[in-house]
């Protein structure tokens, strides 16, 4: 799954839950999520997101891959 991938992903959960989701531009080619109170940073490449850095994101703002498939 690609950044932007996750990022659509991440928005169409948000609006389905109502909660708030707020994007920031971090350092470079990094984005800072805050999604329902938690908060993780997102490497912005055009490649597929090693499953390493995909699980860490999931594990900061407390979601599940199931929570993805909206």
Same mark, same amino acid.
Do not use: C, Y
């Given at each position: 799954?690609?950044?932007? *991938?996750?990022?659509?992903?991440?928005?169409?959960?948000?609006?389905?839950?109502?909660?708030?989701?707020?994007?920031?531009?971090? %350092?470079? %080619?990094?984005?800072? &999520? $805050? /999604?329902?109170? !938690?908060?993780? &940073?997102?490497?912005?490449?055009?490649?597929?997101?090693?499953?390493?850095?995909? $699980? !860490?994101?999931?594990? *900061?703002?407390?979601?599940?891959?199931? *929570? /993805?498939?909206?």
């Amino acid at each position: 799954m690609t950044s932007a *991938d996750l990022l659509r992903r991440l928005n169409r959960l948000a609006t389905r839950r109502g909660w708030a989701i707020v994007e920031t531009q971090g %350092s470079g %080619s990094h984005l800072k &999520v $805050r /999604l329902n109170g !938690k908060t993780t &940073v997102i490497a912005m490449h055009r490649t597929v997101m090693p499953p390493g850095t995909f $699980r !860490k994101v999931l594990k *900061d703002l407390g979601l599940t891959v199931e *929570d /993805l498939e909206v």
